[in-house]
């Protein structure tokens, strides 16, 4: 039950399209910017004369807040209102575009990008909870859940066309301003047509869990990437590495003395739950790792424009496009092993491609790798959403489903610090070869990566996993629950691997 009343009528079904624009807009500029900041990041170190560190935050900036943040925005919009939450991420998200393309000096602009990383925390999560409302007819309901992530796949393919195009035209801080007239439209939409609703049942701040989860991301972070220039046997990035290893120990001990936490350490109980969030951190590690060497190497190295490299990209793109919905079919009809084993194998085989890297590497061979990542990436998402449901009571699949969400982002977030300081510390060796040379482990990471993933599939998808979801279903209050990790059928709120 929510505050204000469904939304029924047929004047009211033409204002709910309007409700999916306003959100298919907000899911659109921080997936356009995710993908064009990565084109332009070659640019932006010529400008602002930034080391490859200062790249990795002007990247992970933003996915740290957005990581960090996403599970206090969702929790708190269901509290105090989620059109007045998503406004605010709205206004912080433009406002941040605006001072990150005025940003006078490198340390500016990863400030800016925090702050749209926190505007970024306020809108997908709190985009979904704002569609379920506006469409409480299930059918209608999944249609638009299904047109919603879709866009991601559109704005995937976009991204790097517009963000190369932008900088060719106009500079690296072009790719800024295309968030500020989409970022305003999408404000004067939301106050005409997005109605306040909040949730009956709403679950108390976490302060202290909260805290916990910005240190062990923040350190950990901090101590992978500036490790790669002070050393990482110094003092301060052991301390760090320690701080981040003490802050993940204490917040379970925590959050388990807590009636309402922030992250339920009993969903860790679950074989098919760990999995998915294990999944959902390394699929996103390769893909985040995977933009930001390619971008490097396709003009750092190859010397191609930012306009050049973003179109060589596109067939990865296209890729996960392609595959996205195809996974949510085979997903829905054969269960998630299928799909899960197929996307780690694919990047794996793309992975090892990759490992040979020269600056005369031909492009058949570059392309037949972006086109099997992509496939495999796109393969990858339905599967994880499902196996994280798996077996779980109806009133904690949100729940759930959130918690793998916010792993993607972490693993956004630990791809750009892992593989950029791989090459980091491997260009900064006497006599190295150069930046394709140096590239080479970070492949290697990512064909472990997809290894990891197929065995997951496999592990998580067993009957003794199912029972393990099943004895964590019965310690939550009783209810319908979801369908266990290996069965062929769809939970609740998904359609074509898209989560509710």
Same mark, same amino acid.
């Given at each position: 039950?929510?505050?204000?009343?469904?939304?029924?009528?047929?004047?009211?079904?033409?204002?709910?399209?309007?409700?999916?624009?306003?959100?298919?807009?907000?899911?659109?500029?921080?997936?356009?910017?995710?993908?064009?900041?990565?084109?332009?990041?070659?640019?932006?170190?010529?400008?602002?004369?930034?080391?490859?560190?200062?790249?990795?935050?002007?990247?992970?900036?933003?996915?740290?807040?957005?990581?960090?943040?996403?599970?206090?925005?969702?929790?708190?919009?269901?509290?105090?209102?989620?059109?007045?939450?998503?406004?605010?991420?709205?206004?912080?998200?433009?406002?941040?575009?605006?001072?990150?393309?005025?940003?006078?000096?490198?340390?500016?602009?990863?400030?800016?990008?925090?702050?749209?990383?926190?505007?970024?925390?306020?809108?997908?999560?709190?985009?979904?909870?704002?569609?379920?409302?506006?469409?409480?007819?299930?059918?209608?309901?999944?249609?638009?859940?299904?047109?919603?992530?879709?866009?991601?796949?559109?704005?995937?393919?976009?991204?790097?066309?517009?963000?190369?195009?932008?900088?060719?035209?106009?500079?690296?801080?072009?790719?800024?301003?295309?968030?500020?007239?989409?970022?305003?439209?999408?404000?004067?939409?939301?106050?005409?047509?997005?109605?306040?609703?909040?949730?009956?049942?709403?679950?108390?701040?976490?302060?202290?869990?909260?805290?916990?989860?910005?240190?062990?991301?923040?350190?950990?972070?901090?101590?992978?990437?500036?490790?790669?220039?002070?050393?990482?046997?110094?003092?301060?990035?052991?301390?760090?590495?320690?701080?981040?290893?003490?802050?993940?120990?204490?917040?379970?001990?925590?959050?388990?003395?807590?009636?309402?936490?922030?992250?339920?350490?009993?969903?860790?109980?679950?074989?098919?739950?760990?999995?998915?969030?294990?999944?959902?951190?390394?699929?996103?590690?390769?893909?985040?790792?995977?933009?930001?060497?390619?971008?490097?190497?396709?003009?750092?190295?190859?010397?191609?424009?930012?306009?050049?490299?973003?179109?060589? /990209?596109?067939?990865?793109? &296209? $890729?996960?496009? @392609?595959?996205?919905? #195809?996974? %949510?079919?085979?997903? !829905? =009809? +054969?269960?998630?092993?299928?799909?899960?084993?197929?996307?780690?194998?694919?990047?794996?085989?793309?992975?090892?491609?990759?490992?040979?890297?020269?600056?005369?590497?031909?492009?058949?061979?570059?392309?037949?790798?972006?086109?099997?990542?992509?496939?495999?990436?796109?393969?990858?998402?339905?599967?994880?959403?499902?196996?994280?449901?798996?077996?779980?009571?109806?009133?904690?699949?949100?729940?759930?489903?959130?918690?793998? /969400?916010?792993?993607?982002? &972490? $693993?956004?977030? @630990?791809?750009?610090? #892992?593989? %950029?300081?791989?090459? !980091? =510390? +491997?260009?900064?060796?006497?006599?190295?070869?150069?930046?394709?040379?140096?590239?080479?482990?970070?492949?290697?990471?990512?064909?472990?990566?997809?290894?990891?993933?197929?065995?997951?599939?496999?592990?998580?998808?067993?009957?003794?996993?199912?029972?393990?979801?099943?004895?964590?279903?019965?310690?939550?209050?009783?209810?319908?629950?979801?369908?266990?990790?290996?069965?062929?059928?769809?939970?609740?709120?998904?359609?074509?691997?898209?989560?509710?």
């Amino acid at each position: 039950m929510t505050t204000s009343a469904p939304l029924t009528t047929d004047g009211v079904r033409r204002r709910s399209g309007a409700v999916l624009a306003v959100c298919c807009l907000s899911l659109l500029i921080t997936a356009l910017d995710t993908t064009a900041v990565n084109v332009a990041l070659p640019a932006v170190g010529r400008d602002l004369h930034a080391p490859v560190s200062g790249l990795q935050w002007t990247v992970d900036g933003y996915t740290l807040a957005v990581a960090s943040f996403m599970l206090l925005a969702g929790s708190t919009a269901d509290r105090i209102g989620r059109r007045r939450v998503f406004r605010t991420g709205l206004v912080l998200f433009t406002v941040g575009s605006l001072a990150c393309s005025l940003a006078p000096t490198l340390g500016w602009l990863i400030g800016f990008r925090v702050a749209q990383g926190l505007g970024a925390s306020m809108l997908n999560p709190v985009a979904l909870s704002i569609i379920a409302h506006a469409f409480p007819d299930p059918r209608r309901r999944a249609r638009a859940i299904g047109l919603w992530g879709t866009t991601v796949g559109l704005s995937l393919a976009a991204g790097p066309v517009v963000g190369g195009l932008l900088v060719a035209s106009a500079g690296w801080r072009s790719i800024f301003w295309i968030n500020i007239p989409i970022g305003v439209a999408a404000l004067a939409l939301t106050a005409v047509f997005v109605p306040e609703s909040r949730s009956a049942i709403t679950r108390r701040p976490d302060p202290v869990g909260q805290l916990f989860v910005v240190t062990i991301l923040t350190s950990l972070l901090f101590a992978i990437i500036e490790g790669a220039h002070r050393g990482y046997a110094g003092a301060p990035i052991v301390g760090l590495f320690v701080l981040s290893a003490v802050a993940a120990a204490a917040l379970p001990a925590y959050e388990r003395r807590r009636e309402q936490p922030l992250v339920d350490p009993l969903f860790f109980r679950s074989v098919p739950f760990t999995g998915s969030f294990v999944v959902a951190v390394t699929a996103f590690l390769a893909l985040a790792g995977f933009l930001f060497l390619n971008t490097l190497y396709l003009q750092d190295v190859r010397g191609y424009s930012a306009l050049h490299a973003g179109l060589l /990209t596109v067939p990865m793109a &296209v $890729g996960i496009a @392609l595959a996205s919905p #195809l996974s %949510g079919r085979l997903t !829905a =009809a +054969r269960g998630p092993r299928l799909p899960m084993v197929a996307a780690g194998l694919l990047i794996t085989v793309a992975a090892l491609t990759l490992t040979t890297l020269t600056p005369t590497t031909s492009w058949p061979v570059l392309l037949s790798a972006y086109v099997l990542l992509g496939i495999g990436f796109g393969l990858v998402n339905a599967p994880i959403t499902s196996i994280a449901v798996a077996g779980m009571p109806h009133a904690q699949a949100g729940v759930s489903a959130a918690i793998t /969400t916010t792993g993607r982002q &972490v $693993g956004n977030t @630990l791809g750009v610090a #892992l593989l %950029g300081s791989v090459v !980091a =510390a +491997r260009t900064r060796a006497p006599g190295h070869a150069g930046l394709a040379a140096a590239s080479h482990p970070g492949w290697w990471i990512l064909a472990v990566s997809g290894l990891l993933i197929a065995a997951i599939g496999l592990a998580a998808t067993t009957s003794r996993a199912s029972a393990s979801a099943a004895r964590v279903a019965a310690r939550f209050p009783a209810g319908p629950t979801t369908a266990t990790s290996n069965s062929p059928k769809s939970p609740p709120g998904i359609r074509d691997g898209t989560p509710a």
